[in-house]
């Protein structure tokens, strides 16, 4: 029997939403302060996915400058209705603290691969999660979250409001639909309309290891709603042995043959209970419907399998492309993001020296406006990453190289910089813990003012290892272990004392500073990634 092994979209790629239009699957995923934003993967066979690209690809569409840390792009809502792909997302201003600033949007599309988005409608800003429901009478219902900051509350519910095509707004009463069960924490609605009732979809229990997704249903969309009678549909929080943890926040979506599966987000720890560092990951589970009208786990009971059954459907391989980019295309490669901001003329260019990619050295890594980062997402445990740059520094605040990323306060980088007074450019490492930064290396590595250098990381679970060459053949340690495993959910909110907002996962990628105000620019040959 062909089977799906899980995760089906490995690394940070939380929230998954998906649709199928004819023969065709498409999975949003959020993607907080990466731009741009919402990944959308396509698939034929629910089990071979690629990414084609983001929705969200200009600032008319996404403006996240100076937004927080794991703020921005929260769970998208992709669904389909008459030739038209629409797209709900939050762009979260803010999150500590007893209120929160959640604007919600919606965008359309008639091609989801080539298509140009519509300038976003503003929906309203009551909570965050929002979906769209197209009701089979014509008209369209949102629902979200409620946020209810009294009392410390936070979670006030989901509530329901008739969205007006015609206006391009929310119209009429907003119904408060449904508290939540005793897992708590509702959040991430989805409806569904089939067999004679509404099925609401919800995430419960926190995106963290008491993560589930519960389903209620009723015979009126306004409710009132009757709980699942073995709800949670699906949870981890049970079994701290499963493969897949945090299993949460669901979707469903039915086969050309009338099978049923839902996507759901889910995380690998490397210990027991212990770190993800590749962040929450899409995976997927077959459903079936049974006599008393109510979904369950096709494997039974309500815990995540690490394998399911695939479809009855044709499989579709995808080409892999090459581990090596060379920048001689003139738009970035589809893996590759940018922090906040879009990659624009003021941060890089794939025009000024053929072959290469040039990137303008802006704010530290710190910031939350204005940075210069080119990066990707980490999907496998054990993976190696290279790259290849030309920098000339002039000053001590200009730097230019490889970095291991979770946010402002938790990285590893190994960069070029200079030395003035010694008029030398040398390799240094700086590490960020829970904002204490440290420089590692006990002595710099000074290096020649001109040619080529060779940086790579060596990440592989919680050990990252970096090495330099200056001719790529010899590679020599730059410094000794770091500890990878700071970069995840799990140790920022665990044991940080900065951030309690995190839901991203491990970057790694091209960087460039110049705290001077200069620009000064760092040439980058090409970038290699490998899973091992």
């Given at each position: 029997m062909n089977k799906i092994t899980n995760?089906?979209?490995?690394?940070?790629?939380?929230?998954?939403s998906i649709v199928r239009v004819g023969d065709d699957y498409y999975i949003a995923t959020s993607t907080f302060e990466w731009f741009p934003g919402v990944q959308i993967h396509h698939s034929k066979d629910l089990k071979n996915w690629r990414l084609i690209g983001h929705a969200l690809t200009e600032k008319r569409l996404l403006d996240m400058k100076g937004v927080p840390d794991s703020c921005g792009v929260w769970a998208p809502c992709l669904t389909y209705h008459e030739g038209t792909f629409y797209l709900v997302y939050s762009n979260v201003k803010t999150f500590d603290g007893v209120w929160k600033d959640t604007p919600n949007f919606l965008t359309t599309t008639h091609n989801i691969e080539t298509g140009e988005w519509s300038d976003p409608i503003f929906l309203g800003s009551s909570g965050f999660d929002g979906s769209l429901f197209h009701d089979d009478d014509g008209r369209k219902w949102y629902s979200s979250l409620l946020v209810d900051h009294r009392g410390g509350k936070f979670f006030g519910g989901i509530v329901l409001q008739e969205y007006s095509e015609k206006e391009k707004k929310l119209v009429g009463p907003?119904?408060?639909?449904?508290?939540?069960?005793?897992?708590?924490?509702?959040?991430?609605?989805?409806?569904?309309?089939?067999?004679?009732?509404?099925?609401?979809?919800?995430?419960?229990?926190?995106t963290e290891y008491g993560h589930a997704v519960s389903i209620a249903r009723s015979k009126n969309i306004g409710g009132s709603y009757e709980l699942h009678p073995a709800n949670p549909l699906i949870t981890?929080?049970?079994?701290?042995?499963?493969?897949?943890?945090?299993?949460?926040h669901g979707?469903?979506?039915?086969?050309?043959?009338?099978?049923?599966?839902?996507?759901?987000?889910?995380?690998?720890?490397?210990?027991?209970?212990?770190?993800?560092?590749?962040?929450?990951?899409?995976?997927i589970q077959k459903i079936v419907w049974k006599d008393d009208l109510w979904p369950y786990l096709e494997n039974g009971g309500n815990e995540p399998a690490k394998e399911i059954p695939a479809p009855a459907l044709p499989e579709q391989e995808w080409t892999n492309t090459s581990s090596r980019i060379n920048f001689n295309n003139k738009e970035l490669d589809v893996n590759f993001s940018t922090l906040r901001i879009p990659f624009t003329e003021e941060m890089g260019s794939l025009n000024k020296r053929e072959g290469y990619l040039r990137l303008y050295g802006q704010e530290s890594l710190c910031s939350i406006h204005q940075q210069t980062i080119v990066a990707r997402r980490i999907q496998a445990f054990n993976v190696e990453v290279s790259i290849c740059l030309e920098f000339q520094p002039q000053t001590f605040q200009q730097m230019a190289g490889?970095?291991?990323?979770?946010?402002?306060?938790h990285m590893h980088y190994a960069h070029i910089s200079f030395n003035e007074e010694t008029n030398t450019k040398y390799l240094q490492l700086i590490s960020a813990d829970n904002g204490n930064f440290n420089e590692p290396l006990e002595n710099v590595v000074e290096i020649p003012e001109e040619g080529k250098v060779y940086l790579k990381g060596h990440m592989n679970e919680d050990q990252l290892q970096f090495y330099?060459?200056?001719?790529e053949k010899a590679w020599t340690k730059l410094g000794s272990v770091l500890d990878a495993s700071i970069l995840s959910d799990d140790y920022v909110r665990d044991n940080g004392l900065h951030y309690r907002a995190a839901f991203t996962g491990s970057f790694v990628g091209m960087c460039c500073q110049d705290l001077s105000g200069s620009k000064k620019h760092a040439d980058f040959d090409w970038f290699e990634y490998n899973e091992i």
């Open positions: 995760p089906i979209i490995p690394g940070f790629n939380p929230d998954p907003v119904k408060n639909i449904f508290p939540g069960s005793e897992l708590g924490i509702t959040e991430g609605p989805h409806i569904y309309k089939l067999k004679g009732y509404y099925y609401l979809v919800t995430a419960e229990g926190g981890s929080r049970n079994n701290p042995g499963l493969y897949i943890q945090k299993s949460g979707d469903f979506v039915e086969t050309q043959s009338g099978e049923w599966y839902m996507v759901h987000l889910g995380g690998r720890p490397l210990t027991k209970l212990g770190r993800c560092t590749l962040g929450r990951e899409t995976c490889l970095v291991f990323y979770y946010n402002t306060m330099y060459s200056l001719n």
